[in-house]
């Protein structure tokens, strides 16, 4: 199974921040990853696709880079509502694999 | 408006099988793959099944296969999975979701609790 490590684990900051979360693969995957944002007591919500492709009526303010192996996602300048927990999928090989998530909470 | 809803989670005693559903609404079901993901209460998530379009391929996580069987029913808009022989490890929240290489609509979840 391909392996996905997301880092940090989590991470406290303050609203305007720009927050980056990566995401590596032990193998690799293309362009094959998703970014997904999960608030508490919810379903996950798709942010991100193909790596870089911004899913229809999410904020401009999320964005997703890398392939390979090394992937990123970034929160140009962090609202109140961006709190939440954040994974990284790939698809590159079935089992598709998510990432441990990083928690984004309030500094 | 596109909508997914779970059905059929609930208290289940290990070796016990239980049946989830999943009804579909807002899109053409058929022509979509629809996968089930899974999330351990406080952790993290876990992809289970998928189905291919209008029925097509299965495919199945190592932690489920042979216990788990996914399925549609175009006529009713409905996904399933069949879960069998379970154990404590199958404890979860139970999501399906639209998408074949990424899931664009989540229903809100089903909690399946083994526990004896």
């Known amino acids: ?107 | 408006e596109v909508q997914l809803l779970e059905s059929g989670g609930g208290l289940i005693q290990p070796g016990g099988s239980l049946r989830l559903s999943c009804a579909a609404s807002g899109f053409t079901f058929s022509r979509y793959a629809l996968s089930w993901v899974r999330q351990t209460p406080g952790k993290g998530l876990e992809w289970v099944s998928t189905i291919g379009i209008g029925g097509g391929n299965t495919y199945y996580a190592d932690s489920v296969k042979g216990r788990f069987t996914i399925s549609s029913d175009n006529s009713k808009n409905t996904l399933y999975l069949q879960m069998n022989t379970l154990t404590d490890e199958d404890t979860a929240v139970y999501y399906c979701a639209r998408g074949l290489r990424w899931s664009d609509y989540w229903g809100q979840g089903t909690l399946v609790t083994v526990s004896s």
């Open chain 1, 1 to 107: 199974d391909i392996q996905m490590t997301q880092s940090p684990s989590s991470l406290s900051a303050s609203v305007g921040d720009r927050v980056t979360i990566t995401c590596q693969a032990n193998h690799e995957i293309s362009i094959y990853l998703n970014w997904y944002q999960q608030r508490p007591g919810k379903a996950p919500k798709l942010l991100i696709y193909e790596a870089t492709n911004l899913e229809t009526g999410v904020p401009a303010r999320f964005s997703g880079s890398g392939s390979g192996t090394a992937f990123t996602f970034t929160i140009s300048s962090l609202q109140s509502e961006d709190f939440a927990v954040y994974y990284c999928h790939q698809y590159s090989k079935w089992p598709w694999t998510f990432g441990l998530g990083t928690k984004v909470d309030i500094k």
